[in-house]
């Protein structure tokens, strides 16, 4: 079993090279969930950017401030890549503003099927052949 981790807004692991973040259900993010969420990021992927997948199928709002704080690039975010797993409503929506408004600094695709982005991770964030 990998080791799970609690972060303020949900729980978190690494499993085969990936960074798992599942948050919770009818959650509204704040800025200081957001900075503390990051920074155990940090911890957790060593300060090495890690591919990522962010589960936010249940997040009700995330505010402009807390998308701006996990839009940063791979050496902040410390997530190489970031696929985020959504359903319809507030998610979606939530998800194509932070692509298409915020513009993250690393790659970021979104997603309702896992193993698709999974797929995409593993070849986003591949070595140069």
């Known amino acids: 079993m990998t080791d799970r981790t609690r972060t303020p807004i949900g729980e978190m692991w690494v499993e085969d090279g990936i960074l798992w973040h599942r948050l919770d259900n009818d959650l509204v993010v704040t800025a200081d969930d957001a900075a503390e969420t990051v920074r155990i990021v940090g911890e957790l992927t060593g300060g090495e950017p890690l591919p990522a997948i962010v589960d936010m199928r249940g997040v009700a709002y995330a505010g402009p401030d807390v998308r701006e704080m996990f839009a940063g690039d791979p050496g902040t975010s410390h997530e190489a890549a970031t696929a985020l797993l959504i359903t319809t409503g507030s998610s979606r929506a939530m998800a194509q ?33």
């Open 97 to 129: 503003v932070f692509t298409r408004v915020t513009k993250p600094g690393r790659p970021v695709e979104v997603f309702t099927d896992a193993d698709e982005a999974v797929d995409w991770l593993r070849e986003v964030t591949a070595p140069p052949s």
